[in-house]
T-cell receptor, first 114, second 114 residues
Framework: AQSVTQLDSQVPVFEEAPVELRCNYS??????LFWYVQYPNQGLQLLLK??????LVESINGFEAEFNKSQTSFHLRKPSVHISDTAEYFC????????????FGEGTQLTVNP | NAGVTQTPKFQVLKTGQSMTLQCAQD?????MYWYRQDPGMGLRLIYY???????DKGEVPNGYNVSRLNKREFSLRLESAAPSQTSVYFC?????????????FGPGTRLTVL
């Protein structure tokens, strides 16, 4: 079985400050890891993913996440946030043994204040 | 490409009423999913269809039924709605069952059961 824990339910920050949203996973097999973003009253959009290869993955809007196998983590970071980054962020995991099923974390609400 | 579309966007039901949520995708994906989203609980899988002609239970299937009408369409039915089914429902699709799983989400249906 696989599981995901997002360690912070809410993260308030000021504009232009750095941010880290934490995600830990549990799985007995190799995993694929994802971060999704949900803007208010919208569906989820894929932000970035780790499938294999380089452990540092980046999105087009400045977010990055690092896969750390020893710590079973996939934390999301951004060096300088904007008001428009205010959204809920979901970490998710899948594996070959889970078939086509994703397991989501509980979500982290990022609020960027002016 | 419209991606994943869902109807209706909003619905209010009385306890005991029935309804069907519709989902369609135009990306020629094999797999489709129904999730519910509740505050602090992330997304929980209700049912999924790994390929046309197959459906399987997810984490929270009780009180729901599904139909994979064809490759494009996957509907979710509530036979006798209960207040506990008040939630936001998301449909998603992905490319290949059993492989890594980049899911594409619809905009959601907000359901209130009185």
């Amino acid at each position: 079985a696989q599981s995901v824990t997002q360690l912070d339910s809410q993260v308030p920050v000021f504009e232009e400050a750095p941010v880290e949203l934490r995600c830990n996973y549990s799985s007995s097999v190799s995993v694929y890891l994802f971060w999704y973003v949900q803007y208010p009253n919208q569906g989820l959009q894929l932000l970035l993913k780790y499938l294999s290869g380089s452990t540092l993955v980046e999105s087009i809007n400045g977010f990055e996440a690092e896969f750390n196998k020893s710590q079973t983590s996939f934390h999301l970071r951004k060096p300088s946030v904007h008001i428009s980054d205010t959204a809920e962020y979901f970490c998710a995991v899948s594996s070959l043994t889970s078939g086509s099923r994703l397991t989501f974390g509980e979500g982290t609400q990022l609020t960027v204040n002016p | 490409n419209a991606g994943v579309t869902q109807t209706p966007k909003f619905q209010v039901l009385k306890t005991g009423q029935s309804m069907t949520l519709q989902c369609a995708q135009d990306m020629n994906h094999n797999s489709m999913y129904w999730y519910r989203q509740d505050p602090g609980m992330g997304l929980r899988l209700i049912y999924y269809s790994a390929s046309e002609g197959t459906t399987d239970k997810g984490e929270v299937p009780n009180g729901y039924n599904v139909s994979r009408l064809n490759k494009r369409e996957f509907s979710l039915r509530l036979e006798s709605a209960a207040p506990s089914q008040t939630s936001v429902y998301f449909c998603a699709s992905s490319e290949i069952a059993g492989n890594y799983n980049e899911q594409f989400f619809g905009p959601g249906t907000r359901l209130t059961v009185l």
